[in-house]
């Protein structure tokens, strides 16, 4: 099994490697120069070009390449052209934020999606389990900014229960104003519940037909005990792989919420980066993001390792 | 808040904190802030926190070119001169400064026993330090405009220095209210070398602690500031909220203070129980800023066509959501130079006529480059359905910072917009798109009547003089057209009710050494 | 779950042609009825909306701004003062036909390189092409599709390019595993005997039977397509105001969601319910 794994971990760098130069390309492809952004309109040509020296981006592009993978390396994601500090601080000022966020989703969307799935499973057919899968379907349909301004009309303008401008101050962390989080949060957790919600549905649906269940059933253990550790168990694999593979997806998700409720996480990092065409800033940030997926896709295999060794490691 | 928010490159020009009054003739301006009630005793301690509606860039004066830096710039260095509530220049950090009677030579006396907040002295001998900084083309500063045509400085003694200018400049007096007249630890510039920009030292009311990069900027008490007993906050923190929304609820709800600045579209928003707005008539203008030199907007009558196809109103009442003044040139009703007998009416029967002398009665097709907010998809919006009215045809470039900057500087557009946030003297919100020579704004303008007039303007202290000079400069514009001036935007402001002795400067400055919260 | 889809398409049957029972049993769940029937409507509106709708797309009545809903405005007004209701239709053909235009170049690209990789299976051109995929499938879609929208500019062809791009590694995946069961079959091996090329063997032979779990999936992507062409528009990275577009309708006036929250909320039924029905009959295909 070591052997997969290290198979696995090995066969993720050319992976990394690439990542990292189709960013690299993507980055340098964006017109415009971020030399003059930097200095506004009263730029002289001679000023433009002595800070396109300063910044390296006089030299040909394939040696500001190997410079960049050569630094990349070594750790070194580079400086941010506008705020002149490393670009690895400022991914680990704002990845909190992040990281925060898309686990205050994941645990709302499995408070939401796993009871709501259980009752949809065992009250198959009837109306609850025709409600949810509504609700899924909505929660599907929706584009996440839309569901954002949802919840924020709902929540702000009409109930005045939540503030929407809570994390956008100074960026407090989840453990200080949880509630700030609640409604970004949500927004997120809103398209994941629904499939969790499936998944767990087909599980016990799956499991009260097994025979298996029926004849612990015959030997008196209680019903409402079966269902829940067998179900759970059997369930635990399809969540993890499906968390697992959203990650991708959450981060998406997370530009366009950290833009709407205006969270200082990386979403917002990028953004900013994008229209100030601070490269470096750019850089760091999707390759970052892509690494973290790579990460956790990783990790989502060894929990299966851990969880369920019928699986074959080829 | 999109006002301002992408129009960086063109809001450097607000740099010279130029205001009404000029050398020893402080005489009176109309630019009074309006001021929130003050209590008799400002309660001492606590912290405030400025909501901004973007992020700051570099809090180096000799580097900023956005408002949000200088407000923030304002607190950490002070500035030699300051304008007060009713918009005089008062002495600050210099305790005098006078002009020779030629304009050339002004002797600068600085206060004593200052010390930035890491010890340095403040002395002569920083200033010239600074200021040499700006001068040198090394630096790439863009205040070197705001400086001036500097011959030599010389530091006269450890608290007097004398400037020399190779012609007489007139707006110098007002540049030291701006990023001019911050000075800073030159220690902690040579010391933090390019990282000076996020670790700025000071003199002013406030030093500064710490700036989270994309984020909040804190700064906390200067407890060896020159005033006695000031500032009376320990600590302020500036935080942008870039959503509009999200700033106004941030302000009924309290978690912040003051709200800088309020987007239009929210001012409804404004809880009385929370806080109130502070409109204050702005300086500046905001327009259309044409380039003579391409397509048919070459020919006058099309550009006066275009004028008067604009219902300037409208742009007013929908994107200003009424606040601000129709504006009839670059200059602001705040102005003392400003001529309040210009008009510019709307009328499409005039723009026909015009059309019918251009040659082209039923009308042409022009591209203007906007920058991709919402504002400015707005205001597009609106001018392409008003001028289809007349048979003009509007285009919209939507493009990112980088690229509009890059065929702004390159003088490849035909017309784009400009959001001028204003100063009290008018050279700044005039020099540079009407002088040919300035050499800033490529937008194909020469009149060699406006040059001299500009230059002369320049050149006088005296201000009745330079107000008629201001006139005729807007009067000749209004024929020539290369800047169609559709409003002068308010300053607006949103200040939490335990906020107290707060000011909103038509200047746009956020001081806040004499603020309190209660 | 991107992939579990996946390889539950490229496990799909491999027969082609749809019988009779099979559009019988299509049409007896209720759902799938609803869903065909919006995509009716949906098409009638983007077709024919210089017809149905009341105003122009951009006709401006700026002393009627932010109006509510009423008799004259069934849906009310923007901050121009421009009829929602109308916007909303005349956005319909750009919104939809950008996702389908998506997801067809995605499906063209995709095939072309799963097929060739899947066809070159174990040479380098196979692991250079499926690594790439692999690393573009890395990058999240949305901050991928960003960057592209903005390296190529706005616009809406910018835009489905993006989008486009984003899509085709999972097309590309789903046919190479198809090819990859396909080419050891017998009648390939018959076809090489008797001489013929790889271009014609992958275009003849293989192209046919390995086509459908990519319009399985093409079908289940449109719905995807529409979001993130909203998404995009959403960012202001879409088609060129004053054109609507109902992502870009939502975000031009997202600071008047206190005050007229309808012009948010119009336009995201429509983003709503084009989804809805397009997810809803490709799920209803999928099980045939």
Redesign the interface.
């Known amino acids: 099994m070591a052997q997969y794994l290290i198979r696995r971990v090995l066969l993720s760098i050319p992976t990394a490697f690439l990542v990292a130069t189709i960013v690299f390309s993507l980055v340098h492809l964006v017109p415009g120069n971020p030399a003059v952004v930097i200095l506004g309109v009263q730029a002289s040509p001679s000023d433009v070009k002595m800070l396109d020296q300063q910044l390296h981006l006089n030299l040909p592009i394939w040696q500001q390449y190997l410079d960049w993978l050569g630094q990349l390396i070594q750790g070194n994601l580079g400086t941010s052209m506008i705020y002149q500090v490393p670009v690895l601080q400022l991914i680990f000022q704002s990845l909190p934020r992040t990281i925060e966020l898309s686990l205050v989703a994941m645990a709302l969307s499995i408070l939401i999606g796993v009871p709501a799935g259980l009752f949809a499973g065992f009250y198959h057919g009837r109306l609850w389990d025709r409600i949810s899968l509504y609700l899924a379907t909505v929660g599907v349909v929706l584009p996440g900014f839309v569901i954002a301004l949802l919840l924020i009309y709902v929540f702000t303008y009409r109930l005045h229960w939540l503030q929407i401008a809570g994390i956008a101050h100074t960026g407090t962390a989840v453990w200080i104003s949880p509630l700030a989080y609640l409604v970004p949060g949500l927004t997120l957790a809103f398209g994941l519940s629904g499939p969790l919600m499936r998944i767990l549905r087909t599980e016990v649906r799956a499991v009260a037909m097994s025979d298996h269940i029926r004849t612990m059933r015959m030997m008196g253990s209680s019903e409402g005990r079966i269902m829940w550790k067998w179900t759970f168990k059997n369930a635990l694999i399809p969540m993890i792989t499906f968390l697992g593979t959203q990650l991708g997806l959450l981060m998406g998700g997370v530009v366009i919420i950290e833009n709407i409720f205006s969270i200082p996480g990386m979403g917002n990092l990028l953004v900013t980066g994008i229209f100030n065409k601070d490269y470096p800033v750019v850089q760091g940030c999707v390759l970052a993001m892509a690494f973290m997926v790579i990460v956790v896709n990783l990790l989502v295999e060894l929990v299966y390792a851990v969880i369920d060794p019928r699986i074959s490691y080829r | 808040m999109t006002k301002k928010a ?1 129009a ?3 809001m ?2 607000l740099a010279a904190g130029t205001l009404a009054a000029c050398g020893s003739t402080s005489t009176t301006s109309n630019g009074s802030g309006s001021s929130t009630p003050t209590s008799s005793s400002p309660a001492s301690g606590g912290t405030l ?1 400025v ?1 901004t509606y973007t ?1 700051a ?1 570099t809090l180096d004066p000799a580097l900023s ?1 956005t408002a949000l830096d200088q407000q923030i710039m304002d607190n950490i260095y002070g500035t030699l001169l300051q304008i007060n509530k009713s918009g005089k220049i008062v002495p600050n950090l210099a305790t005098n400064v006078s002009v020779s009677a030629n304009g050339l030579q002004y002797v600068i006396t600085l206060r004593q026993g200052v010390k930035f907040t890491d010890g340095t002295p403040f002395n002569a001998a920083a200033v010239k330090y600074n200021w040499e900084r700006i001068l040198n ?2 630096t ?1 500063s ?1 205040e070197a ?1 705001n400086i001036g045509p500097v011959q030599s400085i010389t530091v006269n003694s450890p608290y007097q220095l004398t400037v020399t200018f190779k012609q007489a400049f007139a707006p110098f007096m007002d540049s030291l209210t701006g990023p001019v007249g911050m000075i800073a630890s030159p220690t902690a510039i040579q010391k933090e070398g ?2 000076f ?2 670790h700025p030292v000071g003199a002013g009311p406030f030093a500064f602690q710490s700036w ?5 900027i804190t700064l906390v008490k200067n407890s060896h500031y020159f005033k006695a007993g000031e500032p009376y906050l320990n600590k302020v ?1 500036f ?9 106004v ?2 302000l009924d ?1 309290g ?2 203070q003051i709200a800088d600045v309020l ?1 239009p ?2 001012l ?2 404004v809880q009385s129980s929370a806080a109130h707005v502070d409109d204050v008539p702005g300086l500046g203008w905001y327009g259309m800023n044409i380039n003579v030199t391409q397509g048919p907007l070459k020919n006058v009558h099309n550009r006066r066509a275009l004028q008067y196809a604009i219902d300037k109103s ?1 742009i007013r ?2 994107v200003f959501n009424g606040t601000g003044a129709i504006a009839n040139s670059q200059i602001s009703p705040s102005s003392w130079a400003y001529d309040a007998a210009l008009k510019t009416p709307y009328s499409p029967t005039l723009a026909k006529k015009e059309l019918q002398a251009a040659g082209n009665p039923s009308g042409f097709t022009f591209t203007v480059q906007a920058q ?3 504002e400015y ?2 205001l ?3 001018l ?2 008003q001028l289809a009215k007349v048979g003009i045809t509007m285009h ?1 470039q ?1 493009l ?4 509009y ?2 065929n ?2 390159s003088g490849n557009y035909q017309a784009d917009f400009v959001n001028m946030s204003g100063t009290l003297d008018p050279n700044t919100s005039t020099y ?1 798109f009407d002088d040919s020579t300035a050499d ?2 490529k937008n194909g303008y020469d009149n060699p009547t406006v040059n001299s007039l500009l230059n002369a303007a320049l050149a006088t202290p005296n201000q009745s003089k330079r107000a008629q000079d201001y006139r005729q400069i807007a009067q000749l514009m209004n024929q020539d057209l290369p800047i169609i001036d559709f409003v002068n935007p308010a300053v607006l402001i949103g200040v939490g009710n335990n906020v107290h002795g707060f000011v909103t400067f038509p200047t746009e400055y956020l001081y806040l050494g004499r603020v309190s919260v209660k | 779950m991107a992939l579990s889809m996946e390889e539950q398409i490229a496990d799909a049957r491999p027969e082609t042609g749809i019988r009779s029972r099979q559009v019988r049993r299509f049409f007896r769940r209720p759902g799938n009825i609803v869903g065909l029937a919006l995509i009716v409507v949906i098409a009638v509106v983007g077709v024919g909306a210089h017809w149905i709708a009341p105003y122009g797309a951009n006709a401006t009545n700026f002393s009627d701004a932010l109006a509510h809903p009423s008799m004259a405005h069934l849906l009310g007004t923007d901050s121009l003062g421009r009829d929602v209701l109308s916007r909303i239709i005349y956005g319909t053909d750009s919104s939809i036909l950008a996702s389908l235009g998506a997801v067809l170049m995605a499906l063209i690209a995709g095939s072309v390189i799963g097929l060739v990789a899947g066809y070159a299976k174990g040479t380098v051109l196979d692991e250079v092409l499926m690594r790439i995929i692999d690393a573009v499938l890395v990058l999240p879609p949305l901050v991928l599709a960003m960057a592209l929208a903005f390296i190529f500019g706005q616009g809406l062809l910018n835009a489905i390019i993006a989008i486009a791009v984003v899509f085709s590694p999972q097309f590309a995946r789903v046919v190479r595993s198809k090819v990859l069961t396909v080419r050891e079959l017998p009648f390939i091996e018959a076809a090489r005997g008797a001489g013929a090329g790889h271009a014609r063997i992958m275009l003849r032979h293989i192209l046919p039977s390995v086509i459908q779990p990519a319009l399985v999936l093409a079908t289940l992507s449109i719905g995807n397509a529409i979001i993130l062409e909203a998404s995009l528009a959403y960012l202001g990275l879409g088609l060129q105001p004053p054109n609507p577009s109902w992502g870009f309708m939502v975000s031009s006036d997202v600071n008047y969601l206190s005050q007229a929250p309808w012009l948010i909320f119009a336009p995201s039924v429509a983003i709503a319910l084009s989804v809805f029905a397009v997810t809803v009959v490709g799920q209803g295909l999928q099980e045939l």
């Open positions: 992408v960086a490159g063109i450097s020009l926190t909501g992020t860039e070119h083309p090394a790439a863009p405009g390019k990282a920009g996020t989270v990069p994309n984020g909040a923190v935080d942008p909220i870039l959503s509009a929304t999200t700033l609820d941030a709800n978690q912040v987007d579209s929210q409804g928003q409208v009442k929908l991709n907010t919402n998809i707005q597009t919006q609106i392409q359905s919209i939507l990112d910072t980088s690229t900057l890059t702004l500087n540079i800033v704004v």
